[in-house]
C-alpha cells in the first residue's frame, strides 16, 4: 500500500509559479515511479509529467514542456511539481500518483496504482 499527499495548490495570477508538493508513504519510495496528472471540469484527467525511480527520466505533456519541472527526493519520501508561467488553462485539481508495478514511466492513467485526493490549482487572468 502507498499513501499520497498532496499540498502547495492555490490561487495564482498568470505567469506565476506554484509547487506542489507529494509526500508518499506505506512502501519503499524509491521502488515506484511517480506522476502528475490534472483534471479541468468536464475534462478527462490528464498526464502532467513523470519521473522515472532514480529521477533521470522524466517526461512532460507538450502543453507543459518548458514551463513545468517534475522531481523527487528520495531521501525525503517526497515529489514535486515546479510550475512556473503558468497560464489560466493550467487550471485544475492536480493529483499525484505511483505505479508500482513498472520500471519505466508510462503516461497512461489507467496504469497507476495509488493516488493522492488531488490539489486545486487556479490560475487567474
Known amino acids: 500500500q502507498v499513501q499520497l499527499v498532496e499540498s502547495g495548490g492555490g490561487l495564482v495570477q498568470a505567469g506565476g509559479s506554484l509547487r506542489l508538493s507529494c509526500a508518499a508513504s506505506?512502501?519503499?519510495?524509491?521502488?515506484?515511479?511517480m506522476g502528475w496528472f490534472r483534471q479541468a471540469p468536464g475534462k478527462e484527467r490528464e498526464f502532467v509529467a513523470g519521473?522515472?525511480?532514480?529521477?533521470?527520466?522524466?517526461p512532460y505533456a507538450g502543453s507543459v514542456k518548458g514551463r513545468f519541472t517534475i522531481s523527487r527526493d528520495n531521501a525525503k519520501n517526497t515529489g514535486y511539481l515546479q510550475m512556473d508561467s503558468l497560464k489560466p488553462e493550467d487550471t485544475a485539481v492536480y493529483y499525484c500518483?505511483?505505479?508500482?508495478?513498472?520500471?519505466?514511466?508510462?503516461?497512461?492513467?489507467?496504469?497507476?496504482?495509488?493516488w493522492g485526493q488531488g490539489t486545486q490549482v487556479t490560475v487567474s487572468s
Open positions: 500518483a505511483a505505479d508500482v508495478t513498472r520500471t519505466w514511466v508510462t503516461t497512461s492513467r489507467d496504469e497507476y496504482d495509488y
Open positions: 506505506g512502501r519503499t519510495f524509491v521502488e515506484y515511479i
Open positions: 519521473i522515472s525511480r532514480s529521477g533521470r527520466t522524466t
